[in-house]
């Protein structure tokens, strides 16, 4: 079975300050590893994934994650937020079945 | 190209109501799924699909059917809607790097 953690439900940075999101994982088969973001009354799109190439993976919007195996660890990192940083953040891994699975989500403050 | 279509956006039930969200991709991806979103609790499984014709049950079944006649259409059917099931519901389809696409939800209130 696999599963996902998000370290904080919520998150408050300053504008221009660095955005860190914790997500770590455990997955029985190779995982894929996602991070979504979900805007105020928005479905869910596509920041950035991992498919076992480069370990750095970088996104849309400035966002990059780096997967770290011995960690199990998948963490979300911006160097300097925006205001239209202000968002849902969930991190998802492929398990068995191919099924994903969702963290509970982060939500993110960006303050001016 | 639509992506991932649901109907309806917002939608009220009086408790013991059935309806029917409805959900289409125009991607051609034959895995599809159901996710309900609550504060908190991150989005979780209803029903899958991998192909028309199969499906099966993910994290949360109980209370919702589906069923899958074609490759474009996943409807999920709430047989008889209680206050529990109060919730946003989202459709996904997936493709074969495992990347799901989601639909813009439907938000569910059953009174």
């Known amino acids: 079975a696999q599963s996902v953690t998000q370290l904080g439900s919520h998150v408050s940075v300053s504008e221009g300050a660095l955005v860190l999101l914790r997500c770590n994982y455990s997955?029985?088969?190779?995982?894929?590893l996602f991070w979504y973001v979900q805007y105020p009354n928005q479905g869910l799109q596509l920041l950035l994934k991992y498919t076992s190439a480069a370990t750095l993976v970088k996104g849309i919007n400035g966002f990059e994650a780096e997967f770290k195996k011995s960690e199990t660890s998948f963490h979300l990192t911006k160097p300097s937020a925006h205001m239209s940083d202000a968002a849902e953040y969930f991190c998802?891994?492929?398990?068995?079945?191919?099924?994903?699975?969702f963290g509970g989500g982060t939500r993110v403050l960006v303050k001016p | 190209n639509a992506g991932v279509t649901q109907t309806p956006k917002f939608q009220v039930l009086k408790t013991g109501q059935s309806m029917t969200l409805q959900c289409a991709q125009d991607?051609?991806?034959?895995?599809m799924s159901w996710y309900r979103q609550d504060p908190g609790m991150g989005l979780r499984l209803i029903h899958y699909?991998?192909?028309?014709?199969?499906?099966d049950q993910g994290e949360v079944p109980n209370g919702y059917n589906v069923s899958r006649s074609t490759t474009e259409d996943f409807p999920l059917r709430l047989l008889s809607a209680a206050p529990s099931q109060t919730s946003v519901y989202f459709c996904?389809?997936?493709?074969?790097?495992?990347?799901?696409?989601f639909g813009p939800g439907t938000r569910l209130t059953v009174t």
């Open positions: 996904a389809s997936q493709d074969a790097t495992y990347e799901q696409y």
């Open positions: 997955s029985s088969v190779p995982p894929y």
């Open positions: 699909s991998v192909g028309a014709g199969i499906t």
């Open positions: 998802a891994v492929r398990g068995a079945g191919n099924k994903l699975t």
């Open positions: 991607m051609n991806h034959e895995y």
